[in-house]
């Protein structure tokens, strides 16, 4: 049974960092990453890495956040600094099976205060 399971989100003053983390288990995983949301809006892509260490980011979070992972632990994380009020969401974590399929966590709130 896969699970995906996020944490690390949080209230944060803009200009701060937070740093969330995402624990993916029950299968080996093509990609993961982190998509997000706000009312009303379309999930977005933040970031993905790809089990061959490809990278992507959205245009807005290039320079400001940093998505790694530890192969050993199915974990991901996404390094968030120099945070803005824009960044305020909803942060969801992907993982992407061999074969395709898609899995994706509960959400955590990341809050960033003006």
């Known amino acids: 049974q896969v699970q995906v399971v996020e944490s690390g989100g949080g209230l944060v003053q803009a200009g701060g960092s937070l740093r969330l983390s995402c624990a993916a288990s029950?299968?080996?995983?093509?990609?993961m990453g982190w998509y997000r949301q706000t009312p009303g809006k379309q999930r977005e892509l933040v970031a993905g890495?790809?089990?061959?260490?490809?990278?992507n980011y959205a245009d807005s979070v290039k320079g400001r956040f940093t998505i790694s992972r530890d192969d050993a632990r199915n974990t991901v994380y996404l390094q968030m600094n120099s945070l803005t009020p824009e960044d305020t969401a909803v942060y969801y974590c992907?993982?992407?099976?061999?074969?395709?399929?898609?899995?994706w966590g509960q959400g955590t709130q990341v809050t960033v205060s003006a």
């Open positions: 890495i790809t089990n061959r260490g490809i990278i």
């Open positions: 029950g299968s080996i995983f093509r990609s």
């Open positions: 992907y993982a992407t099976l061999m074969g395709g399929k898609g899995y």
